[in-house]
């Protein structure tokens, strides 16, 4: 804001002082967990138990890391959910453009009642039981199917693209490609696909965060352990307090492997969060994009 | 007048059937798009509507031999088993106060968050702000709850070091029922206050600078322009968003819950929602846990539907 021209009176900047500080307080409260849990996690697991680790590493080690690794489930778990993510949000992406293109098309006889069936479904569910016995009968339980079909579709995410279609693609262009003799499967294959890259890459981004985090479906629909994705792992691990330890041999004294066994904690919630940590600097505007073309309204 | 109608009327009759003619030439022409569209119905069918109907167990005693339609009726019975039960309370209880307690808290912070942003220049300090407060939106569920539990932790949790070293006795707070609310809103707005002011800070952009040249003019100051001009020009926004979030409410991130759940907080985190996954699918007691899920979500739907009602009353916003 351009408020800034004319100088501001006295309580005008004691109020801007305040301001300055408030968010100063709020940039604090929300960056230190995340810097804690670095630092304790790069530090030595002794330094960690003793309470030594307050805002940087102390006694720099990469114990921590190393002892996550000697967790067999840790590297199945990423493996299964790097799996789950890139199956996942292919099946999402090609389901959502399948049906919110022919939604943003005016001359769609019947997207009212489609729109309706959609929306609907974000207001009133048949609860976890039902769907539960759903994916049962299908015999899906305990399959990779579980993970991947019941959230193959998501309303928010092919109401965003809608909105997207119906701003870039006129429906005159349609028209005239039809009037051309171009089918509606080769227009999207050849006009709509190449002219919503960036829309792809929002709900690519949307989807794969989805998946990338999500446990309660593999808590309710997996009971073998190799197809446990990771954040089921981690929830074994630092919440139901399961480390195994017996694999920690290279440490001298018993309480020494428990400090190991404490510290790997934040080692392994540093390695399940940084893929999407990392690449937040790049995405975080075409998110916010995604989120703002959703909000608009019809 | 009489004379006049009666052509008027077949004219009409002649257009609607003009038009059924055309919206079937349209159908005609764009079969690829309903081929297309089939994929995600079937999805949506299988997925969505056959659980709903499925939520018809609730009426019934479910057993897997006959399956849905073949269990015999129980009419209301699991429904009053559940209201009479002596833990119904207790659950409706602890729903009712996290998600209230929930929406007083979580829905205003990014309003404010948002406003506070909206006073400073844009330059780093700002950038900085927005992007590390919409960080932790990122973060999964189960690494929120996961630090939750390390930095509480009784012996070795940052929050016992620090009152070690201040000389306080130490705290098992997530054992401690009284606590568990405020563990669980607060963290809530840890996570989500940075998303939650991205829609607001759009919003405010929008907002026509003549007004704000027309309140100095006048002698504002910056408060009385985030009152007087800020804030109304948010107002839709923020009910569509309230309304959602009370559509939203009888939800209230039960997968958070379940997590942060153990046995000595129970007394205050079992919610509605917890309780149907734990009865049906760790019980396998179906029906009595789909009347419970039903009740759940009949309540959210009421109070959406209120809510958006409310709405359209109070001001010129609602969903629909």
Sequence with gaps: ?298 | MDTNRLPLQKNKSYLSNQLTKIKLKQIKRHWQLYLIVMLPLLYLLIFKYIPMYGALIAFKDFNAVDGILGSPWAGWKHFEAFFTAPNFWPIVNNTLLLGVYGLLVGFPAPIILALALNEIRNGIFKKSVQMITFAPYFISTVVVVSMIILFTSPRLGIFNHLFEFMGFQQVDFMGIPQYFSHIFVWSDVWQNVGYGAVIYLAALSGVNPQLYEAARVDGATRLQKIIHIDLPSIMPTVVILLILNVGQFMKLGFEKIYLMQNNLNLSASEVLQTYVFKVGIEGANFSFASAVGLFNSVINLILLLLANYLAKRVSESSLW
Aim: aromatic content about 12%; charged content about 10%; overall charge neutral.
């Design chain 1, 1 to 298: 804001m351009s408020q800034q021209t004319i100088k501001d009176s006295g309580s005008d900047r004691l109020f801007i002082i305040f301001i300055y500080l408030f968010l100063t307080a709020v940039l604090v409260v929300v960056l230190y967990p995340l810097v804690y849990i670095l630092s304790a996690s790069l530090s030595s697991p002794s330094a960690v138990a003793a309470g030594k680790v307050w805002l940087l590493p102390v006694d720099f080690s990469l114990e921590g890391f190393k002892a996550v690794f000697s967790q067999s489930s840790v590297l199945r778990g990423y493996a299964n959910t790097l799996f789950y993510t890139t199956l996942g949000t292919t099946i999402n992406i090609i389901l959502t453009i399948m049906i919110a293109y022919p939604l943003s098309r005016k001359t769609f006889v019947g997207r009212g009642i489609i729109m309706f069936l959609l929306v609907f479904t974000m207001l009133f569910e048949g609860g976890l039981i039902p769907l539960y016995l759903t994916v049962k009968n299908l015999g899906m339980l305990d399959s990779i199917w579980a993970m991947l079909l019941p959230n193959a579709l998501m309303v928010w995410q092919v109401i965003i693209a809608r909105t997207f279609f119906q701003m870039t693609i006129p429906e005159e262009l349609s028209e005239a490609a039809q009037l051309d003799g171009c089918s509606d499967l080769a227009f999207m294959l050849k006009i709509v696909l190449p002219l919503s890259k960036p829309i792809v890459a929002v709900l690519i981004l949307m989807y794969a965060v989805f998946h990338w985090n999500s446990y309660f479906e593999a808590l309710m629909f997996l009971s073998s352990r190799e197809l446990y994705p990771l954040q089921l792992v981690l929830r074994e691990i630092v919440i139901m307090n399961t480390v195994d330890i017996s694999n920690i041999t290279d440490v001298a004294s018993y309480s020494a492997q428990l400090n190991l066994a404490n510290q790997l904690k934040y080692s392994l919630i540093v390695l399940t969060t940084l893929p999407i940590l990392l690449i937040y600097p790049f995405v975080q505007k075409h998110f916010v994009r995604g989120m703002l073309i959703g909000s608009v309204k019809e």
